[in-house]
């Protein structure tokens, strides 16, 4: 039994554009921990989306080893990613990505229509309660989006990255659009997430942020060149 969420071997992510090679991942290993808080750091193009995309089954690495909850991943097809993608994995973005015209309720519902089917309408509004219950949104399910601050828009988002029960939630950038004083309530809201045992991993350029992990990594030219758990 791995204890390890991710393990991923000598992983390749490379482009052919305008008759050269890009590799935004170039030769990766990383262990990613059960329960980890895991920040990854780095310039601009330095890979961190690319490996974001990976780790959420959105994008296929061209060489390397997945293994994913101890089984191995490597060239799984497209249903089994869209599986994984819709069942373990939450995604909270810089930009919130809510439909602006779904109430806070139906948006963090959403994932549910793609996820685990055969849920009732009761069954799943109590789900929906639940989880904006975990970002202390409960009171504001009735409203839309633009009704909101910034940081209440990302903690729905982050309501709707916990609706199926997540084992891993994937965060990039979540603090870009917000102030200081909404960049710790959501950061707060992380560490209490990781404290009931969601893995997290976040991109962030904010040493502020990357301060709450128990871990950072930076990458560069698409590698980990740091990892203050190595
Ligand atoms: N779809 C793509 N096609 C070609 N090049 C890409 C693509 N996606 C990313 N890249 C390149 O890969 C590198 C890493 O990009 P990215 O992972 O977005 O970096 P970061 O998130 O750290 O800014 C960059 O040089 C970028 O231009
Ligand atoms: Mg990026």
Known sequence: MSSAVFQLSDIRRSYYVGNEWVHAI????????????????G????????LMHILGFMDTPTEGKMEFEGSDVTG??????AHLRANRI??????????????????VLLPLFYGRSGMSRADRRAAGMAALERVDLQHRWQHTPNQLSGGERQRVAIARALINSPRL?????PTGNLDSRNREKIMDLFVKLV?????LVVVTHDDAVAAYAHRRIRMQDGRIVEDDAA
């Open 26 to 41: 170039n030769g990766l290993d990383l262990t990613i921990p059960d329960g980890q808080f895991l920040a990854v750091i």
């Open 43 to 50: 310039s601009s193009g330095s890979g961190k989306s690319t």
């Open 169 to 173: 939630i994937l965060a990039d950038e």
């Open 76 to 81: 799984i097809g497209r249903r089994s990613r």
């Open 90 to 107: 939450g995604f909270v973005f810089q930009s919130f990505n809510l439909l602006p015209r779904l109430s806070v309720m139906d948006n």
């Open 195 to 199: 404290g009931e045992g969601i893995t």
